[in-house]
């Protein structure tokens, strides 16, 4: 479609917008490998749904654009998945608009790391998607990031405890404005130790559950993510 076209005419989904890069089978593979996690909008022109995510996909970038945090983490992407089918096929694209999530460097082979975003199609709501999974705010400490992992791989409640003794001794040399994240590392290996060796994954799901069910204040919202983002400092990486 023109840009601009006709006063009042429909937005199209293949007009080019500002913060948001076209991608077709010769650059696509370069672009959702590359140093950013990338949001690929999957469209077809004569789509309804599709003409109706123009402006709020033109608010996501520029909420993104101005986001410092997220700027740099993340960036979007549409591809005419009716015109350029394959990619549609490699991705299980079975409907429009499709919207997933390509984490930042991993070969789009890697199938199992793509998110899909189910929820509203509104500008803020995708945001708040976006801060979530690239994991905006975070809480997570580089001290006691290796004692977390160590934690998480600990078999026996002797080990755990050796562990928690350690990390206290860390948190204490912590700076002040460290010690509300370094509590919630704290809190996480003692209830370990209080409710088993479950807790942590368990906890995770009961608080992702929480975020996805959304209708959360923008305080209660920053303080679960924070936590989610600790808790995942706990898990062994996925190989």
Known sequence: GMPGGMPGAEPSPEDSLPGVVDLNPDNFDTVVTGK???LVEFYAPWC???KH???EYR?????????????KRVMLAKVDADEHKDLGTRFGVRGFPMLKLMPAGVFPAGIDDISDYGGPREAEIMFEWLEYKIGSPSARLIALDPL?????????DAEREAILARATEAVAALAEDKQESAAIYLK????????????IENETKRVEGMLA???LSDSKMETLMRKVSVL????????
């Not at 977390?148 to 026996?156: D, I, L, N, P, Q």
């Open 232 to 239: 995942t400092a706990f898990t062994p990486e996925e190989e």
């Open 36 to 38: 950013m996690a990338v």
């Open 213 to 215: 069910g959304g209708k």
């Open 53 to 55: 995510l123009v402006p």
């Open 59 to 71: 608010q996501l970038a520029n909420l993104i654009r101005d986001d410092a945090y997220l700027s």
């Open 48 to 50: 309804g749904h599709c």
């Open 188 to 199: 996480a290996m003692q209830k370990t130790l209080e409710k088993g060796a479950d807790y």
């Open 148 to 156: 977390a992992k160590e934690f998480g791989a600990a078999s026996t």
